[in-house]
């Protein structure tokens, strides 16, 4: 399980949708260890079958769950979620691979390939070009990996380029594919799936698009809301496509082409206070161009799409960029620190403190590593600092970050109200209110653990404790256990 601090949300660049490998350098180097851590013939018949299906079914929302819809909690603080293929519907090869795959995943989790001593236990395995997109590097992840892939004649993402939505539709050949205003990012595979977020700063909001092309795996979902209502859409251009409003306030449109699944979702800034409206998700339909969306994905062939791919990889690339510095693993498993930086940590450690769980051994406090951080959210600068540490013994994993802002103050409510509207209105599991020694706070039950949000104010500091059960522990984690462990916390010295 993997916390994740509110600032962090403001600045991923796919924050809407969870990739593994989220790095599309597939030639990058193994990584650091973490403690969290393809028949012919049956492809073309599975192809021509999908082509005949998509033109005499339509599929309805539901069909595109990957799991049970929670029921609703009158204690809940925010609309319960449940995950949501975007790469095709149940029955479908895609689903049924994204589905299968994960599933795996989750039943052998990295964390058992790691050798008594913390090392890796097979790193002399040299895995293909396309296993970091699917975060399989270990030998057995790569087998259960290219099985999915056979068993389902389903081709991998090879290659990736970050770009700018201008720079994507080029590569595409089309014309801009989504309304005037919104400006953005996103990534552009090489068979042509397309992942891109863009924002529109007057209307304060973001837009997702996403083309899953058929016939490939993208190891990646959304969320929707437990309740929804949905209805047929007919755009001026003559597309019907499915318009879902969820209970999270949050607008998608669905529509099937010939080679691709396509999604495209609307979302205010902040979606549980400021829902869209159904006459506004509408009108976002009218502007989204779905006949440039059917004209390029139509099941052709686009074989230049890996030459574009490869261009804009040169393109973005700076050749007057210095020599990667010496990099040491970060104990968060999310972040590297050069060793350049290694100064910054003391400073950090100094300005915020070392905190850490009474009742664990002291040495936890050497875990503690402290970051400058800075992110662009909305198109406004956020500075903070954040420290993070680790433990883990033979039953449960413990971290705890915290963090202040750097270049305004906030209040308590203020930073709890910022973990709802960037990080706990979407995600799974059930997030409730809850004390820690006085004070408000969050509480998130992920299935396989739990963390408590909440702010010192005598420290003036966002606290967040997590706690999980380590790869060989068992049984559950509790909230009672987490709230224990996140009254724990003390400075130490």
């Not at 389903?154 to 205003?181: K, M």
């Not at 092309?213 to 001026?236: N, R």
Request: include cysteine.
């Amino acid at each position: 399980m993997s916390a994740k601090l509110f600032f962090e949300a403001m600045g991923q660049v796919d924050d809407r949708y969870y990739m593994e490998a989220a790095s599309y350098r597939a030639d990058r180097s193994r990584p650091a260890v973490r403690l969290l851590v393809r028949a012919a013939i049956a492809a073309a018949l599975l192809a021509a079958l999908t082509v005949t299906a998509w033109a005499v079914y339509r599929a309805a929302f539901q069909d595109y769950f990957l799991g049970p819809v929670p029921t609703s909690a009158p204690e809940s603080v925010s609309p319960p979620s449940a995950r949501l293929s975007m790469v095709g519907y149940q029955g479908t090869p895609e689903y049924n691979a994204l589905k299968e795959w994960r599933d795996w995943k989750q039943a052998h989790p990295s964390e058992q390939y790691l050798a008594p001593d913390g090392g890796d236990d097979n790193a002399d395995y040299e895995w293909p070009d396309y296993h970091p997109f699917y975060g399989a590097y270990y030998t057995e992840q790569g087998q259960a990996l290219d099985a999915i892939l056979n068993k389902y004649g389903l081709e991998p993402h090879h290659n990736a380029a970050a770009a700018s939505a201008e720079d994507i539709y080029d590569a595409l050949g089309t014309a801009p594919l989504l309304p005037e205003g919104y400006s953005g990012s996103g990534y552009l595979y090489d068979d042509g799936t397309v992942n891109l977020q863009v924002y529109n700063k007057a209307e304060r909001s973001s837009l997702y698009l996403f083309a899953a092309v058929k016939g490939t795996l993208t190891d990646i979902y959304g969320f929707s809301g437990a309740d929804y209502e949905e209805w047929d859409h007919t755009v001026p251009s003559g597309e019907t496509v499915d318009l879902v409003l969820d209970s999270r306030g949050v607008g998608i449109a669905l529509f099937e082409t010939a080679g691709a699944y396509i999604s495209v979702e609307l979302r205010h800034d902040f979606p549980g206070l400021s829902p869209i409206a159904r006459d506004e998700l509408e009108a976002l339909a009218d502007g989204v161009n779905f006949a440039a969306l059917a004209d390029r994905f139509d099941g052709s062939a686009h074989p230049e799409t890996a030459k574009a791919v490869a261009a804009l990889r040169e393109k973005m690339a700076d050749p007057d960029r210095p020599a990667a510095p010496v990099e040491t693993p970060d104990p968060n498993g999310d972040r590297v620190m050069s060793a350049s930086d290694e100064n910054i940590s003391d400073a950090v450690l100094e300005k915020l403190g070392r905190y850490g769980f009474s009742g664990l051994p002291e040495d936890f406090g050497d875990t503690l590593c402290g970051f400058e951080n800075e992110q662009v959210y909305r198109g406004e600068t956020f500075r903070y600092d954040s420290v993070f540490g680790l433990y883990s013994d033979e039953t449960r994993e413990y971290r705890l970050e915290y963090a202040r802002f750097s270049d305004r103050d906030l209040t308590g409510g203020e930073y709890l109200d910022l973990v709802r509207k960037t990080v706990l209105w979407s995600v799974s599991g059930s997030v409730t209110s809850g004390k820690v020694n006085g004070s408000d706070a969050l509480l998130w039950d992920e299935g396989d653990g739990c963390s408590v949000y909440w702010y010192d104010a005598e420290a003036d500091l966002l606290f967040i404790a997590s706690v999980s059960a380590s790869p060989n522990g068992s049984g559950a984690v509790t909230a009672e256990e987490a709230l224990a462990a996140a009254e724990s916390v003390t400075e130490i010295s």
